[in-house]
């Protein structure tokens, strides 16, 4: 009898034993999960430190952007105007008539250029599609050979057996 109660003193000391050290490990998950939500709330806050960044980074990249193609534009006013300005300088001391069939001349080699521009563009668009005509038409010459080799292969083994065919009939 006094076995068995001491058995079952032991058992109930495991067991306290046993339920101590499960509140100790879910003491310490709860420490860790509290820490890891610290962390989660650090991170989504930095994140949304990042996105505000990249925000602001972008705004200034469009802004910069915009300010290139201004500063573009001001270029080509200013580049014109100067054209002009060289122009009207050369036109100085000219008769109106002579100054009619300087602007003329002007407005001629400009269409002449327009033209050239496009007669390039026309030229650069129909050697595209001759290349690719041309592409087209070797893929076709390719299958063609190929399809004459194989019948050629074909052709040569109907002959080999027919020539051996032949040599056993003379024999």
Known sequence: MLRSLVG????????QDAQEHLIAEAERAIT?????KDRVHHLEAANAALHCKLQTAKQQLELAMAQ????????????????????RKEEEGLTGSE??????????????????????????????????????QIADLMQEVDKWKAEARESEKRFKTLKKSQEAQAV
């Open 8 to 15: 079952s003193e032991m058992c109930i000391r495991d067991s």
């Open 99 to 136: 100054v009619y069939a300087l602007q003329k001349k002007r407005r001629k080699q400009e269409a002449r250029l327009v033209k050239a521009q496009m007669n390039c563009s026309g030229e650069l668009l129909a050697s595209q599609q001759e290349a690719k005509t041309s592409q087209d």
């Open 68 to 87: 290139n193609e201004e500063v573009d534009r001001e270029q080509r006013r200013k580049e014109k105007d100067e054209q002009e300005a060289q122009w």
């Open 32 to 36: 860790g999960l509290e820490s890891s």
